[in-house]
């Protein structure tokens, strides 16, 4: 029950501008201190889950590993995504607080 939770709030953060996805845009949001909640696809590439869990070791950004890249891009009504920025505080919250904690 709680990954249809998670895909459920991913998809409404979408619709409500608190997410975004893609490695650039990501790591924009990164950058400027946007994002609150960063999600990498268990089948990115392995590369890929290192360079953002360095890329937001500074900042304080948590860092988790959930789902398929398909998985989250469906959630997004977008073609597949390894990479996805919750923006909003409150549901960056939500979604950790049923992941289970994740990696700071």
């Known amino acids: ?3 249809k939770n998670i895909v459920q709030l991913l998809g409404l953060g979408q619709r409500a501008g608190q997410v975004a996805s ?3 845009v990501v ?3 990164i950058r400027k201190r946007e994002a609150r909640l ?9 590369q890929t889950a290192k360079d953002f869990q360095r ?3 500074g900042t304080g950004i ?3 590993v959930y789902g398929r890249k398909a ?8 073609p597949p995504r390894a990479v996805v920025a919750v ?3 409150s549901l960056a919250a939500r979604i950790l607080n049923l992941i289970g904690g994740g990696e700071k």
């Open 27 to 29: 790591r924009v949001k």
């Open 38 to 46: 960063v999600i990498v696809a268990a089948d990115a590439a392995g």
């Open 62 to 64: 948590p860092v988790v």
């Open 87 to 89: 923006l909003d505080e």
């Open 55 to 57: 890329f937001a070791r």
């Open 22 to 24: 893609g490695n650039f």
């Open 71 to 78: 998985e989250l891009g469906a959630a997004l009504g977008r």
């Open 1 to 3: 029950m709680p990954a």
